[in-house]
């Protein structure tokens, strides 16, 4: 199917779920996922109304960025080495997946301006999700005080691939909560006003919850 009739049944979708929780569509950023795709397919995504795109390997978001360049916001979704940090530093809008202090040093000695960071948290505890535990964030945030260009604009999460409607909710609402903690301690370098948490398995569960980044590659874009 094509991307505009895609995003016109996700949008219709996430209308749903922010009825079912007082919310408004606006407050959500759809980032298109591209990892799975071709350039044109990017393209098509962009005219069809998408602005944020998303990529989780250096390589293909290289790829894509190259022929996309500023026709979209920029999302480096994946895990990222400190080695290549350089090179999505000035193409990348957001990072969402700053997991450890290592990554942070080298994100603020490589960039001139404060870089838009999501701490990638791993809720479900899984052994094979990257992230960093729900206790561990808020002392991990203060540490990074002694850098000056990171700013902690929210969280990321990747729920388990389940079907457990109830189990997913419950992940997405401690995420939203350790968000509210985090506010609450008014650190002026992480305002943490973001929840990146949803994709095409989850997103509506994710909105209902407080998601304001849903992260949609197979849904939109096909895989
Ligand atoms: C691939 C990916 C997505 C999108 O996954 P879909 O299930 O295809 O929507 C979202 N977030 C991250 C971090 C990903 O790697």
Redesign the pocket.
């Known amino acids: 199917m094509g991307v505009a009739e895609n995003l016109s049944h996700i949008r219709q979708k996430i209308e749903q779920a922010c009825q079912n929780s007082n919310r408004k569509p606006d407050e959500i950023t759809i980032i298109g ?1 591209t ?1 799975y795709v071709t350039i044109e397919r990017a393209r098509e995504a962009i005219e069809a109304g998408i602005t944020n795109l ?1 990529e ?1 390997r250096l390589e293909g978001f290289l790829e894509k960025h190259e022929y996309i360049q500023d026709s979209a916001s920029w999302h480096f ?2 895990t990222l080495q400190s080695r290549k940090v350089k090179e999505v530093i000035g193409k990348v809008d957001a990072i ?1 997946s700053l997991d450890r202090e290592s990554l942070a040093k080298e994100i603020n000695k490589r960039t001139a301006k404060p870089v838009d960071c999501f701490i990638q948290v791993n809720v479900s505890g899984e052994q094979t999700k990257h992230g960093i535990s729900l206790e561990d964030t808020l002392p991990f945030i203060r540490e990074l005080e002694v850098y000056s260009n990171i700013r902690i604009v929210g969280l990321m999460t ?1 729920a388990p691939h389940i079907d457990d409607q109830e189990q997913l909710r419950n992940i997405f609402r401690q995420l939203a909560s350790l968000r509210e903690d985090i506010q609450a301690e008014r650190i002026a370098y992480a305002p943490c006003e973001y929840l990146s948490m949803g ?3 989850d997103y509506q569960i994710a909105v209902e919850e407080g998601a304001t980044h849903i ?5 939109l874009v096909g ?1």
């Not at 992260?215 to 849904?219: A, L, N, Q, T, V």
């Open positions: 996922v990892k998303g989780n979704i994946g969402h990747m994709m095409s398995n992260r949609i590659g197979s849904d895989s």
